[in-house]
């Protein structure tokens, strides 16, 4: 009988590691030897991540990582600088966040708003006239101090991040038109067609610098956070057009905003509805900011990027309050493609609806949802909800509420390869690469998504690949740190992976229910994959048909581990530690731990409490192996 497993520290890199050992003495094998061999094939042809090499090293670290980046994320509060420098740092492009002093101006309010706006001007390389600049002066007189400044503030890192970006993407778009360069954008985040030219151009981005470039304006956008109420209540309006885009500062009322091209608004208060802002898609539009103070705001916009929509540049939405439905396509609800897309909501019961790469979603670059409170409902089709490909970090946050996630898997628009009777979801904690194995040139790596929960009783329904999954060369990663929470899906669900890839789901508390329909879930790992399902506390319910809940299938790797609580187990065969095909010459493993409380097995199992069993090989295969322990 095993000593009892106890805290995860004791069991993930940096704590005793006999206990690991203990289990899988069971098989021959100790924690440093259960690892994907060295030998297998690398680097996905073309832009991998070192966080993801990483865990792909050793699959120890794979929660450590998870759970590190769900803490940097919550802990934000919703500040667009630690925002970015958290999803940055994962993609390794930026740094810890340095916090600056920042020297107040000088000059009266509404003189440093009309100078904010001449340097935007001269950023463009366009100087203001003196009399135009006079008579932006004299307009913006009626704007109130605090709203003044808060402009200005954001409008004077405007030139930094246009200089940045121009740097890094200036060359190509010189010899392309604005379609072509929103094209590459939607080729490479939607759709991963590749060309030569698009490969070409991913292969000279300075994406550290594309990335970096936004932080000044994040931070800018942060120190607008603490607006007072006199600036909310007062009726005023205020327009200028610039070369970079329409600024618009309004309140007092109920407000539209068609679509277009702005580079700021700012709206106080009123129940306003938007077609456009807080969206880039080439030089003449490169940077984008949107603050709504209050009101319950209607954001839709279905033909172009939109709300949070970095595509070649830098998009930053902020709304502070209110219940809010957001729509979009493709592309939006904070998401990044050759750029930084985020959007932050501060509170209200809202809804966000996004087709295609949305919510939390990125490609070469980075794309953020974040909302701080109320109970929420996420609705997508697919890439989304904390989804990442190539060169990508694509996070989902959400920190208070009972929250409902879904993947529309009733109307089948997207029939999956594995099942066409339901969707492709790619959703919820997901991170996709371009498989063109053994290697055509155009095989890309996928990114790293995570969707971390706060607190909340949430629901998260999807499904084919969702919930912490991983395909080529990419980590998908789900997080929820407290509540009683409901998982379903249908195939490669649960912290599950295919094809040299990562999949994670850590629920640290809670009465949770789990439920696959298909197979190949709930902590499995398929073909050189890691999947791995951990359960710290409370009494959980499980139902996979086949297929999961500790599972390796050709050369992978797939640990499910219920830490604590009394447990119920329903489950179809090759469940419960099991291991599938396997290539002989490599390893496969299945590991599934229950440590912990009274739990209930199918009859007839293998597993019982206080039980260990032992697979034996599958196939002849001496390296294909399984182990269970029920303590």
Not at 222 to 238: K, N
Request: with cysteine.
């Amino acid at each position: 009988m095993l000593a009892p497993l106890g805290l995860l520290g004791a069991l993930l890199v940096g704590g005793p590691t006999a206990t690991w050992d203990d289990v899988l003495g069971h098989l021959g094998l100790t924690a440093d030897t259960a690892q994907l061999p060295l030998d297998r094939w690398r680097g996905g042809e073309g832009h991998p991540l070192a966080v993801f090499d990483r865990m792909w090293d050793d699959w120890r670290l794979i929660e450590p990582t998870a759970t590190s980046f769900s803490d940097a994320l919550l802990s934000s509060e919703g500040r667009f600088g630690p925002l970015l420098s958290a999803a940055g740092e994962r993609i390794g492009t930026v740094g810890p966040r340095q916090d600056t002093a920042v020297t107040p101006v000088a000059e009266a309010p509404a003189d440093a708003l009309a100078d904010a706006i001449a340097a935007v001007y001269e950023a463009a390389g366009q100087p203001l006239a003196e009399e135009r600049l006079a008579a932006i002066r004299e307009d913006a007189l009626s704007v109130p101090a605090g709203v003044a400044q808060a402009a200005s503030a954001i409008l004077r890192a405007v030139p930094q991040a246009v200089e940045q970006r121009n740097k890094v993407l200036g060359p190509f778009e010189q010899q392309v038109t604005l379609a072509g360069a929103l094209q590459a954008a939607r080729d490479l985040a939607v759709s991963l067609m590749v060309t030569d030219s698009l490969l070409a151009f991913m292969d000279q981005i300075d994406l550290p610098a594309l990335v970096s470039g936004g932080l000044p304006l994040a931070e800018a956008l942060d120190r607008t956070r603490d607006l007072s109420d006199d600036d909310v209540a007062e009726q005023f309006r205020f327009a200028a057009d610039t070369p970079l885009g329409r600024i618009e500062l309004n309140g007092g009322g109920d407000d539209t905003y068609g679509p277009g091209s702005y580079l700021l608004i700012i709206d106080t208060s009123g129940n306003d509805r938007y077609a456009g802002g807080a969206a880039t898609s080439g030089a003449s539009g490169p940077v984008s900011v949107l603050v709504d103070l209050a009101g319950d705001d209607h954001y839709e916009c279905t033909d172009a990027p939109a709300f949070g929509a970095g595509v070649m540049g830098y998009a930053l939405l902020l709304d502070a309050s209110g219940n809010d439905v957001y729509h979009c396509e493709d592309i939006g609800l904070g998401a990044g493609a050759f750029g930084v897309g985020i959007l932050v909501d501060r509170r209200g019961g809202d809804r966000y609806d996004a087709h295609l790469v949305g919510e939390g979603a990125a490609a070469y670059g980075v794309g953020v949802l974040c909302d701080l409170a109320g109970a929420d409902r996420y609705y997508c089709l697919s890439q989304s909800q904390g989804y990442a490909g190539t060169q990508g970090c694509g996070a989902l946050v959400d920190a208070t509420g009972d929250d409902t996630y879904e993947a529309d898997d009733t109307n089948i628009v997207n029939p999956s390869p594995q099942t066409a009777e339901h969707n492709v979801s790619m959703a919820q904690g997901a991170a996709f690469g371009r498989r063109a194995h053994p290697g055509d040139g155009y095989s890309l790596a996928g990114g790293i998504g995570i969707l971390a929960d706060g607190e909340g009783n949430d629901s998260y329904r999807c499904g084919v690949f969702g919930q912490g999954v991983g395909y080529w060369y990419g980590a998908g990663l789900l997080v929820d740190s407290r509540g009683n929470d409901s998982y379903q899906g249908v195939w490669y669900v649960q912290g599950s992976s295919a094809h040299y890839a990562i999949g994670a789901l850590c629920d640290l508390s809670g009465d949770d229910s789990y439920k696959a329909t298909a197979t190949q879930s709930e902590g499995q790992g398929h073909d050189y994959s890691l999947g791995w399902l951990h359960d710290v506390s409370g009494n959980d319910r499980y139902d996979c048909a086949s297929g999961g809940l500790g599972v390796g299938m050709w050369n992978g790797i797939g640990i499910m581990w219920d830490e604590a609580g009394d447990d119920t187990y329903e489950a179809g065969g090759g469940c419960l530690a099991s291991v599938g095909d396997s290539r002989p010459e490599h390893p496969c493993l299945g590991v599934f731990l229950d440590t912990g409380g009274s739990d209930v097995f199918p009859e007839g199992a293998p597993a019982k409490p206080h039980t260990v069993w032992v697979l034996p090989p599958v196939g002849g295969h001496p390296l294909a192996r399984a182990v269970g322990v029920s303590e």
